[in-house]
């Protein structure tokens, strides 16, 4: 089993996953492993793609994140991420 990350910009003013609604949320592609995983999580918790604005056809990274094209950033860590965590609220 692999942990599941949920980052999102630390000005999105996201505190749970209820907060995800309305959000722009960039997740994994269709037919992954790591998709079927979030959209069980999405189901428990209502995020549909009518009322978040959900992405999947763009690679997930944290560039998005940092050039303010994404609030969430969804993925799996099977190995250290390419870009270090650090403050995504600023490029």
Aim: proline share 8%; charged share 25%.
């Amino acid at each position: 089993m692999e942990p599941l990350f949920i980052f999102a910009r630390k000005d999105s003013n996201i505190n749970s996953m209820e907060d995800l609604k309305g959000k722009r949320l960039s997740i994994p592609p269709p037919n992954s492993g790591t998709r079927t995983v979030v959209d069980d999580l999405f189901e428990i918790y209502g995020i549909t793609q009518n009322n978040a604005k959900v992405d999947s056809t763009t690679k997930c990274n944290f560039e998005q994140l940092g050039k303010e094209a994404k609030d969430v950033l969804v993925s799996k860590a099977s190995r250290p991420p390419s870009q270090s965590s650090h403050d995504l609220s600023t490029p």
